[in-house]
């Protein structure tokens, strides 16, 4: 609920772009009626219909640009909510974004979002137990 305070509704024409690959990522987006064609290097990887949502890639990874352009296929309604609000909503759960970026980013996560998650910390601890001595690794 207190996460729909912060959205805005946005229509978008058949064939209208949402965002272009490249650009900056300010905005999440949730479709509430429509379908969104998913393009990288200008061919279709996903259509999404209602209830899918897009563009939180560029809002996770820091300095991350749009990695598809994204087209409303018809008529659509989406839901937005800013970069701000998006990243504020995680604000109080830092492993629930840290699980997010994990899932994201994959190989190319930032150390913050495993130290934030419960398991990531305990297997990367581990790791740094069998490579180097305890007390050098204690955060």
């Known amino acids: 609920v207190d996460l729909a305070r912060h959205c805005k509704l946005e229509q978008f024409k058949a064939h209208e772009v949402i965002f272009a690959e490249g650009e900056p990522g300010d ?3 949730i479709i509430s009626r429509g379908q969104v064609s998913v393009m990288r290097e200008g061919k279709e990887i996903a259509r999404l219909g209602t209830g899918r949502y897009f563009g939180e890639v560029a809002l996770v990874i820091e300095g991350c640009d749009r990695t598809a352009t994204c087209i409303a ?5 989406l839901m937005s909510m800013d970069k701000e ?7 109080n759960t830092p492993e629930a974004l840290a699980d997010v970026e994990i899932k ?9 979002s495993i130290i934030y998650h419960p398991k990531a910390l ?9 490579q180097w001595a305890a007390e050098s690794i204690e955060f």
Do not use: C, M
Request: hydrophobic letters at 35%.
């Open 27 to 29: 905005r999440f987006y």
């Open 73 to 77: 296929t018809k008529k659509s309604t």
């Open 85 to 91: 609000h998006f990243q504020g909503f995680f604000e």
């Open 104 to 112: 994201i980013a994959g190989p190319k996560v930032q150390i913050r």
């Open 122 to 130: 305990n297997l990367f601890t581990s790791y740094l137990r069998s």
